[in-house]
């Protein structure tokens, strides 16, 4: 049977089942002696039918021609139609709806997408993400998703800490569409698909010239606004010409945000229940005998260089277990910018603590080009050469707080003790300003220590706010060749890939070393209790070079390889032609990290520990095959299989089979089951260890709140691949033309999870006498946290189950047409399992029934319960209105402080409007607002993680309020 008569036979057998009537426009034709409609679920069994995947040549209707095209999912094509995979399709006309500003903000607009395991822009403020922006899908974490452009892979971005693709690197006015996978894919992609795959499909066979701008802003003052501008054109017709190229460039440009200028997030504090408890000016630590000045190595040879001065007793460790400060005492910690810490330290000394969120960026300045093409070239009916290009550069400025110094801080920095500095700041009594501390500590019956140098903290205000630039370029250049050859159909293709980071600190750090030699020396007049120095101080700081402005890292991801498939014909079934694809696939992974000289000491003040260059690569193969089998009239079978062999961790094989059946006219049922894996990134295996500083963390042993302490980090060589089973079954149901359901049950079981466990976590876990926690803490003498191992390991595993809800109504209402659709996930379960066995539920909760954070709370995200988008759009003639409900779950946040009452952040709505024009030939207008009604954020939040930003979820809210906007297009050509 030829490839056509075997495609007719198929789609007349399938759809004469189908019946008339849709919600898409129908359309008459033939084929044999029966005359059909096609409707949406005709259209969705065509795909769950082989017939209509043949490779040979597409199925004739009447005049009509469906193109066949490869579905996200399948390396076989197919109708671009709904199938046995849940597929959600994201197109142009609903990004421009939407009033996005950026491909991450389009992408957080998925209800699949999770803020937990995200990151987005607004967490950099202390993060050091270098300007990154990722994607999680179902919770189950960024580097579990698979990012693909055009259907293959981008490099991986340029960083030490996060393998995963910079979102924000494509380019949203390229974008054509956007496929999300909602499930493993690992049989067909390889590693990193245990979550899904989101596919961008840019642009292509586009004739015409067409120029776009855009610009928005906040209805509040303060910063948040954009602007941008694109162009799309595109010549020839690949039919007509034999060739086609289509070309895009665009600018964006994010102005920041600060959150001095929102008053929900202008500050930490929520007294009596939460205080915002960050190491501030001016706490007397406690007596200390300063060392010889002599650096002194132990053993000799080891590069070793111990502290040569000592503690005395009563040392506190933390500024809630030192002498307290002056000015708290006089009720004036506000003119060094700290508040007083309603809470005295243990030893009933009052202190100042430090609020940050009145220095912090909520959003960062962010300037980005991109630059993409694309082309084909038909050299004959046979086979035409393709080629795709993309280039991205991108600048974000983040700015935020001083950084710390105490002395715990100031211990990790070899250079004190390679320089014979020692790590503390000490005001002497020959200070002219040791008197205040003398007559201070005095009245408050703490004068045995008086006379000796004393330990101070410092939030250091002397360079200004910490401000980092940091610029990112991504390139991919792809070539290749398809068409028929002896029959099958063929595509072979070549792709480099490469993402480059450059960051730089304009302003705020410092050398800690130089910092404190100034600060320590006999003859110092330094004053921790102002802001204003002596011109003498000042001077010396500048002689000494303390201020650090310049690099901090280069770094360079590439991805070279080729990859080859052949499908065709094998055989016959009850249902149809089978159908098969297979094929091979090659490429090596580099990862380059440069720490300029400074970043490499870890002696620059926010910077984190000294971190080690990496130079590392790796190579992969692959082989992957897939089968379509009609089994009859009304089932469809496939089956996907690949296997992958590192250079490094070594083989790994994973499948993927579907069923599809359809019983009647109006209903598909489709399912799966599959295995996924991640193999450990380049990143994960080989990043150095370092001693830095944690993120904050409460200590349920102490009491303490607010807490950062040195931290262990880096890779480990021996961590093994995670692996992971996956379920779904679905339906599609359209009981009218006007009205279809799609609702997918999925079910996810992943273990030997690669992570950081957080900061919080471990000191919880480690408190509660977990043995898996044991040695991942170490306390100071005085029963304080000093130390925490936060390294990389393979810690426990996740089940996932859910629901994906896809509902579409259309009616036509006066002289127009109404449409709706709602897309929602309702998360059923997402346990996970510490090393130990202990389960933490994560559905709704950052925390557990005693309070203490959830395993995964670490990434800054919660697991909603229920979360959608509702969007209706009213269209007649010119003219149409779109409004759509933004809507998530409430959750559980923690516990207040004071009466240890359960906090629950309530469930919230926002909701956007656009009113597009197309009167007007060759152009568009749009004008509209994202939160309608400005709506603040619920209640407060309770922090777990790295987050600076604090008073709400920065997770779930955009801190811009109403954002409004106006935006044209006008075609030239």
């Known amino acids: 049977m030829s490839s056509q008569t075997g495609h007719s036979h198929l789609t007349e057998a399938a759809c004469v089942l189908l019946g008339a009537g849709s919600i898409d426009q129908p359309f008459t034709a033939f084929t044999g002696d029966h005359m059909f409609r096609r409707t949406k679920v005709c259209s969705a069994v065509l795909v769950a039918f082989g017939g209509t995947l043949a490779l040979g040549a597409a199925p004739a209707f009447g005049q009509q021609t469906l193109d066949r095209v490869e579905i996200t999912g399948s390396s076989i094509k197919r109708i671009d139609v709904e199938g046995s995979l849940p597929v959600q399709t994201v197109t142009r006309e609903d990004i421009e709806r939407s009033g996005v500003t950026s491909t991450e903000q389009l992408l957080q607009s998925i209800t699949a997408a999770s803020s937990a395991g995200g990151t987005a822009n607004a967490t950099g403020a202390g993060a050091s993400t270098y300007g990154l922006a990722t994607i999680s899908l179902h919770g189950l974490g960024e580097e579990r998703t698979l990012v693909l452009v055009n259907g293959r892979r981008l490099a991986i971005f340029a960083n030490p800490s996060v393998a995963a693709v910079n979102v924000n690197v494509i380019p949203l006015a390229a974008i054509e569409r956007v496929e999300v996978v909602k499930d493993g894919a690992s049989g067909v992609y390889g590693s990193d698909a245990i979550a899904g795959v989101v596919n961008f499909i840019l642009k292509k066979d586009y004739q015409g010239l067409e120029l776009n701008v855009s610009t928005g802003t906040p209805t509040r003052d303060g910063g948040g606004q954009n602007h941008g501008v694109s162009v799309v054109g595109g010549l020839g017709n690949l039919q007509k010409d034999r060739y086609s190229v289509t070309f895009s ?3 964006e440009k994010d102005f920041p945000l600060f959150a001095k200028d929102r008053k929900f997030a202008a500050t930490g504090n929520q007294f009596p229940y939460i205080v915002s408890g960050a190491t501030g000016q001016g706490n007397i630590e406690g007596a200390y005998t300063p060392g010889t000045g002599i650096p002194t190595e132990v053993p000799p040879g080891s590069g070793n260089f111990v502290e040569t001065g000592s503690r005395q007793p009563g040392f506190g460790n933390s500024p809630g277990t030192g002498y307290g400060n002056p000015l708290a005492a006089a009720d004036n910690c506000e003119s060094i910018n700290m508040f007083l810490n309603p809470t005295p330290s243990n030893k009933g000394a009052p202190y100042c603590t430090f609020d940050s969120n009145t220095f912090v960026g909520l959003l960062p300045k962010r300037d980005l080009i991109n630059l993409t093409a694309n082309g ?44 014979g500095v020692d790590p503390i700041l000490l005001i002497r009594p020959s200070n002219p300003n040791y008197q205040i501390a003398a007559d201070y500590l005095n009245a408050n019956g703490c004068g045995s220590i008086v006379g000796q140098p004393l330990g101070v903290t410092a939030r250091v205000f002397d360079f200004g706010l910490r401000t980092s630039e940091d610029e990112n370029e991504q390139t991919r250049l792809v070539v290749g060749s398809r068409g028929t050859l002896f029959g099958l159909d063929y595509e072979v293709a070549a792709a480099h890939n490469e993402s480059k980071t450059s960051g730089t ?56 390889g080729i990859d080859g498939k052949i499908s065709g014909e094998l055989g016959k079934l009850g249902g149809g032609t089978v159908q098969y694809a297979v094929g091979a696939a090659y490429r090596e992974e580099k990862l380059k990290t440069t720490p300029s000289a400074a970043l490499g000491t870890g002696d620059i003040a926010g910077l984190g520990g000294a971190t080690a260059p990496v130079d590392v690569k790796r190579k992969v193969a692959s082989i992957f095959g897939e089968l379509l089998l009609p089994i009859s009239k009304t089932l469809e079978g496939s089956l996907a299989v690949r296997g992958d062999k590192y250079s490094v961790i070594g083989d ?30 380049l990143i994960d295996l080989y990043t150095p260890e370092t001693i830095g500083t944690s993120e904050q ?63 919080q976590l471990i000191v919880s876990r480690f408190r509660a006498g977990d043995p898996a926690y044991a040695g991942l803490v170490t306390l100071a003498p005085n029963g304080d946290v000093d130390l925490i191992d936060q390294k990389l390991s393979n810690t426990g595993g996740s089940t996932v189950r859910g629901l994906d809800v896809d509902l579409r109504y259309s009616e036509n209402v006066a002289d127009g ?106 152009l568009r207008l749009a004008i509209g607002a994202r939160n309608l009604f400005d709506k603040n954020p619920p209640g407060v939040f309770t922090p777990v993680s790295n987050q600076f930003q604090g008073g709400y979820d920065i997770t779930q809210y955009d801190p811009r309020g109403r954002f409004v906007y106006v935006a044209a297009g006008y075609k030239f050509w």
């Open 652 to 681: 790994s094989m994973n499948y993927k089979a579907a069923l599809s059946w359809r019983p009647n006219q109006t209903f598909l049922v489709r399912g799966s089951v599959g295995t996924s894996f991640r193999a450990p990134s």
């Open 817 to 922: 047409k109404f449409s709706a659709r709602l897309f929602g996930t309702y998360m059923l379960k997402f346990d996970e399992t510490t090393p130990s066995g202990a389960i933490s539920h994560r559905v709704g909760t950052i925390v557990d029934p005693a309070g203490n954070p959830v395993s995964g709370a670490d990434n800054g995200g919660v697991v909603l319960r229920w979360k959608h988008a509702l969007t209706g759009t009213y269209s007649t003639g010119a003219w149409a209105f779109t409004a759509t409900q933004n809507f998530a779950s409430g959750y559980e946040a923690g516990r207040n402080a004071i009466d240890n009452d359960r906090n629950f952040i309530p469930s919230f709505s926002t909701y956007d409007a656009n009113i597009t024009y197309t009167g007007i030939k060759n």
């Open 249 to 251: 460039a665009s600018l």
């Open 505 to 560: 600190v304009p302003d705020g750090y410092f050398s800690q070393v130089a910092y404190a030699r100034v600060i320590n020396d006999p003859n110092s007049d330094w004053n921790p209790w102002s802001l204003t120095q002596s011109a003498a101080f000042n001077a010396a700081l500048a002689a000494a070079g303390a201020k650090y402005t310049g690099g901090t890292l280069e770094a360079k991801s590439t991805a070279d």
């Open 697 to 759: 963390f409460d200590d349920p042993g102490t009491g303490q709140t607010d807490l950062q302490v040195n931290a262990k980090n880096g890779g480990k060589s021996d961590l093994k691949p995670e692996k992971s089973q996956q379920e779904t079954i679905g339906i599609v149901f359209q009981p009218t033309p006007n009205f279809s359901a799609a609702v997918d049950l999925f079910n996810v079981r992943v273990k030997d999870y690669i992570q950081t466990p957080s900061a």
């Open 376 to 419: 084909v070239v038909k050299v004959s009916d046979a086979v035409e050469l393709f080629g795709d290009v993309l280039f991205s550069k991108s600048k974000v400025t983040q700015r935020f707080q001083p950084s710390p110094v105490r002395r715990q801080f100031l211990t990790s920095d070899a250079e004190f003790g390679k320089q």
